[in-house]
Nanobody, 115 residues
Protein backbone atom coordinates (compact mmCIF):
# COMPACT_ATOMS: atom_id res chain seq x y z
CA UNK A 1 0.00 0.00 0.00
CA UNK A 2 1.07 3.53 -0.78
CA UNK A 3 -0.48 6.66 0.69
CA UNK A 4 -0.25 9.96 -1.16
CA UNK A 5 -0.76 13.41 0.33
CA UNK A 6 -0.96 16.40 -2.01
CA UNK A 7 -0.47 20.05 -1.17
CA UNK A 8 -0.32 23.34 -3.01
CA UNK A 9 -2.82 24.42 -5.58
CA UNK A 10 -5.21 27.32 -5.52
CA UNK A 11 -6.02 30.29 -7.71
CA UNK A 12 -3.46 31.90 -9.99
CA UNK A 13 -3.63 34.43 -12.80
CA UNK A 14 -2.84 33.45 -16.40
CA UNK A 15 0.88 33.51 -16.97
CA UNK A 16 1.62 32.81 -13.33
CA UNK A 17 3.28 29.88 -11.62
CA UNK A 18 2.20 27.33 -9.07
CA UNK A 19 3.84 24.34 -7.43
CA UNK A 20 2.10 21.18 -6.29
CA UNK A 21 3.70 18.70 -3.92
CA UNK A 22 2.99 15.02 -3.31
CA UNK A 23 4.43 13.03 -0.43
CA UNK A 24 4.30 9.25 -0.61
CA UNK A 25 4.44 6.92 2.37
CA UNK A 26 3.99 3.22 2.96
CA UNK A 27 5.59 0.72 0.58
CA UNK A 28 7.60 3.36 -1.26
CA UNK A 29 10.41 0.98 -2.18
CA UNK A 30 8.09 -0.75 -4.64
CA UNK A 31 7.11 2.39 -6.55
CA UNK A 32 7.86 2.23 -10.29
CA UNK A 33 6.39 5.57 -11.33
CA UNK A 34 4.95 8.64 -9.74
CA UNK A 35 3.06 11.26 -11.64
CA UNK A 36 0.46 13.95 -11.88
CA UNK A 37 -2.85 13.67 -13.69
CA UNK A 38 -5.61 16.20 -14.07
CA UNK A 39 -9.31 16.18 -14.69
CA UNK A 40 -11.48 19.09 -15.73
CA UNK A 41 -15.30 18.91 -15.52
CA UNK A 42 -16.72 16.68 -18.24
CA UNK A 43 -13.28 15.57 -19.40
CA UNK A 44 -11.51 12.32 -18.68
CA UNK A 45 -8.50 12.23 -16.40
CA UNK A 46 -5.27 12.64 -18.36
CA UNK A 47 -1.60 12.32 -17.58
CA UNK A 48 0.20 15.63 -17.14
CA UNK A 49 3.66 14.42 -16.18
CA UNK A 50 5.20 11.35 -14.67
CA UNK A 51 8.62 10.21 -13.59
CA UNK A 52 10.15 6.79 -13.14
CA UNK A 53 11.90 5.61 -10.02
CA UNK A 54 15.11 6.08 -11.98
CA UNK A 55 14.30 9.74 -12.61
CA UNK A 56 13.19 9.68 -16.26
CA UNK A 57 10.37 12.18 -16.81
CA UNK A 58 7.70 12.31 -19.48
CA UNK A 59 5.19 15.07 -20.17
CA UNK A 60 1.95 15.63 -21.99
CA UNK A 61 2.40 17.61 -25.19
CA UNK A 62 0.33 20.47 -23.81
CA UNK A 63 2.70 21.11 -20.88
CA UNK A 64 6.18 19.85 -21.85
CA UNK A 65 7.65 23.35 -22.24
CA UNK A 66 5.93 24.82 -19.17
CA UNK A 67 5.84 22.16 -16.44
CA UNK A 68 8.52 20.13 -14.71
CA UNK A 69 8.27 17.21 -12.30
CA UNK A 70 11.05 17.40 -9.71
CA UNK A 71 11.49 14.27 -7.62
CA UNK A 72 13.22 13.91 -4.29
CA UNK A 73 13.03 10.42 -2.86
CA UNK A 74 9.38 9.57 -2.28
CA UNK A 75 8.25 13.14 -2.88
CA UNK A 76 7.32 14.48 -6.27
CA UNK A 77 6.35 18.02 -7.17
CA UNK A 78 4.77 19.60 -10.20
CA UNK A 79 6.22 22.99 -11.05
CA UNK A 80 3.78 24.76 -13.32
CA UNK A 81 4.88 27.88 -15.19
CA UNK A 82 3.14 30.13 -17.70
CA UNK A 83 -0.21 28.78 -16.62
CA UNK A 84 -3.19 29.06 -18.92
CA UNK A 85 -6.92 28.99 -18.20
CA UNK A 86 -7.10 25.58 -19.85
CA UNK A 87 -4.81 24.23 -17.12
CA UNK A 88 -7.69 24.63 -14.70
CA UNK A 89 -8.53 21.21 -13.29
CA UNK A 90 -8.35 18.96 -10.27
CA UNK A 91 -4.82 17.58 -10.13
CA UNK A 92 -4.13 14.11 -8.77
CA UNK A 93 -0.89 12.52 -7.67
CA UNK A 94 -0.46 8.89 -8.69
CA UNK A 95 1.98 6.16 -7.74
CA UNK A 96 2.31 2.82 -9.49
CA UNK A 97 3.94 -0.13 -7.77
CA UNK A 98 5.52 -3.26 -9.18
CA UNK A 99 3.08 -5.71 -7.59
CA UNK A 100 0.33 -6.14 -10.16
CA UNK A 101 1.10 -2.64 -11.49
CA UNK A 102 -1.37 -1.30 -8.94
CA UNK A 103 -2.04 2.41 -8.92
CA UNK A 104 -2.64 4.59 -5.90
CA UNK A 105 -4.15 8.04 -6.03
CA UNK A 106 -4.16 11.14 -3.91
CA UNK A 107 -7.33 12.95 -2.97
CA UNK A 108 -6.96 15.59 -5.69
CA UNK A 109 -6.26 19.29 -5.45
CA UNK A 110 -7.90 22.16 -7.29
CA UNK A 111 -5.91 24.45 -9.57
CA UNK A 112 -7.76 27.41 -11.05
CA UNK A 113 -6.18 29.72 -13.60
CA UNK A 114 -8.25 32.84 -13.97
CA UNK A 115 -7.97 36.60 -13.97
Amino acid sequence: QVQLVESGGGLVQPGGSLRLSCAASGDISSILFMGWYRQAPGIKRDMVARISSGGSPSYAASVYDRFTIPKDGANVDLQMNRLKPEDTAVYYCMAQIAAGLREFWGQGIQVTVSS
